[in-house]
């Protein structure tokens, strides 16, 4: 028997709400939050646990990292103005995007470094070319 904390009302051990006054019992179910020993609480086998780990919100703080990085990457890769710093924080996001994500998009940044370099490789030897070519002639 149930003793209602309101009125006193002693009540069945299956009673939801008090026969006198009305008022809910508490409900206590086994399949109910327990305390695991890893500091989070979980309830029956198949649901997820009510705190995210740490793993959890680190992977999500990369995710979004990574984001960060492969865009600007790509856009200072792009403007040819930071081509260096921008390989370097596609691979630092390629690292970092542990689900492939952005990996497309610093590949992409990756490929477009290698171009811009290899075009001013050309463009250096055509530069050197003609400036010899012209002093050449000069003489």
């Not at 009302?9 to 299956?14: G, L, P, R, Y």
């Not at 990574?66 to 856009?75: P, Q, T």
């Not at 030897?125 to 012209?134: D, E, K, M, R, S």
């Given at each position: 028997m149930k003793k209602c904390s309101h009125c006193g009302?002693?009540?069945?051990?299956?009673a939801a709400f008090c026969s006198e006054c009305g008022t809910a019992f508490p409900r206590i179910d086994d399949s109910a939050a327990k305390f695991d020993s890893s500091d989070r609480f979980a309830s029956s086998s198949n649901s997820s646990p009510a705190f995210a780990s740490t793993s959890d919100v680190s992977s999500s703080d990369d995710d979004s990292t990574?984001?960060?990085?492969?865009?600007?990457?790509?856009?200072l890769t792009l403007a040819g103005v930071g081509g260096i710093v921008g390989l370097i924080l596609a691979i630092i996001s390629l690292n970092k995007d542990k689900a492939g994500k952005y990996r497309g998009f610093n590949i992409a940044t990756i490929v477009l470094f290698v171009l811009s370099a290899v075009a001013g490789v050309i463009f250096f030897?055509?530069?050197?070319?003609?400036?010899?070519?012209?002093a050449t002639a000069g003489i």
């Open positions: 009302k002693e009540n069945e051990d299956n990574a984001k960060v990085l492969a865009i600007l990457g790509f856009v030897i055509f530069f050197l070319i003609t400036l010899l070519a012209g």
